[in-house]
């Protein structure tokens, strides 16, 4: 789901100079005029392998709103595979629309040419407003997909591996918090309870925790109360209702002057991407208010490891225990944070980075 800070846009005309343009290598703009396809592909970095990220139909305000997602999606799947240790580089795409409306195979057929025209710098996946039965019709025309349904041969949906990750790194920060990874009586709001967010409330209510959600869709928080007997928090209320973890499963940049200013909670772990509308003034922000914050890009691994097992063969068992690893990641990175009095996030972007670099370096000495 895209940042909703209208606010944050840059001027459209603007590529090289845009705010979140970090030296990308290839953006492909896609347009196909029979299917009605208007698509951004981003491929951020390749020096780890080629750039896998899921694709994002959402019905953008505008253009702008588009490439600026798509820009920081794509370097924020950089970061997430190389700290994940995976042979992956950072890509995603976004389709420009309204999911339930305007999508039709025809039109996830024509993206599929623009991804294999890439030639494999970019692999694909579902991201929101995508399901595996897209990726079955982007399929038809490219090898670089992955998240195919299982009875095809596939990882199917990453979701639920998303969500154990996410798991893991809010036990890893109650650890580091609280001294105690145990998550009995710890009250934690679930902001988003899509296809992540309801895997999650169950591991947590299954923890023993005492679970509020929120969502923008009635039927989604019925099934929540029926089902796990969670507390519905209105929308509108989520930033002043006293918890002790929030965790963000739905929009990105819900980390702002306001939400921070106004957030009653000790600890916050989520599955969105970007949670940090500004990474550096909000990252400092939190650790002010003593807030322990766990790196949106590490604990939401999981779903790409769970895809990229479809790249390097491996099994279920070794994609559950690559996901656990998550939780021993984030508690590192988080005492390192204390240690060194920087935020958390600008810790897991330097362990990325150094990881990219000594790659680099590598790569430049066998030439
Ligand atoms: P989803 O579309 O299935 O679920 C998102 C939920 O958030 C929906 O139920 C929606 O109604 C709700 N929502 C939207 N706006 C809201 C608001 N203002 N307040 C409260 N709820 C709101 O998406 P998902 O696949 O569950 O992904 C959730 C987030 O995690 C996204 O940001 C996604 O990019 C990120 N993520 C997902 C995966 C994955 O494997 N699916 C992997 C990594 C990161």
């Not at 599929?112 to 692999?123: K, P």
């Not at 929540?224 to 509108?236: N, S």
Request: a negative charge; hydrophobic letters at 35%; one cysteine or more.
């Amino acid at each position: 789901m895209p940042d909703t800070d209208a606010s944050l846009v840059a001027d459209p005309s603007v590529l090289f100079e845009h705010p979140e343009y970090h030296a990308h290598e290839q953006i492909v703009f896609c347009h196909d005029r029979a299917t009605g396809l208007k698509a951004i592909i981003g491929i951020h970095d390749t020096t780890l392998g080629p750039a896998l990220g899921g694709t994002r139909m959402w019905n953008y305000a505008s253009d702008a709103e588009a490439l600026r997602d798509v820009l920081r999606l794509s370097r924020g799947m950089t970061y997430k595979a190389a700290i994940s240790g995976l042979g992956l580089g950072g890509g995603k795409a976004v389709i420009i629309g309204d999911s339930r409306k305007e999508k039709s195979p025809e039109m996830m057929e024509a993206f599929g040419r623009y991804v294999d025209g890439l030639s494999g710098r970019y692999i694909t996946a579902e991201d929101v407003g995508i399901d595996p039965q897209d990726m079955i019709a982007v399929g038809r025309q490219t090898r670089h997909v992955t998240g195919i349904p299982e009875e095809m041969g596939g990882s199917g949906d990453p979701s639920p591996v998303t969500a154990y990750g996410v798991y893991q790194g809010i036990q890893a920060a109650a650890a580091f918090h609280w001294g105690n990874a145990s998550l009995k009586d710890k009250r934690i709001l679930v902001q988003g309870v899509g296809h992540v967010g309801e895997t999650l409330v169950r591991y947590l209510t299954e923890a023993d925790a005492e679970v509020l959600v929120s969502d923008i869709h009635a039927d989604r928080l019925e099934l929540m109360k029926d089902t796990y007997g969670a507390r519905i928090v209105e929308v509108d209320r989520v930033y002043e209702t006293p918890m002790d973890i929030y965790s963000p499963c739905a929009l990105g940049a819900t980390l702002n002057d306001a939400s921070i200013s106004s957030l009653r909670c000790s600890v916050i772990a989520g599955a969105a991407n970007n949670q940090l509308a500004e990474e550096e003034k909000h990252g400092h922000m939190l650790m002010k208010k003593g807030i322990t914050y766990a790196p949106d890009f590490l604990v939401n691994a999981g779903g790409l490891i769970n895809v990229y097992s479809e790249i390097a063969s491996y099994d279920r068992k070794e994609i559950m225990s690559r996901t656990e690893e998550i939780r021993r990641t984030t508690y590192e990175v988080l005492e390192r944070s204390a240690r060194e009095g920087v935020p958390a996030q600008n810790i897991a972007k330097k362990i990325a980075e150094e990881r990219i670099h000594s790659m680099r370096s590598s790569k430049a000495g066998s030439n």
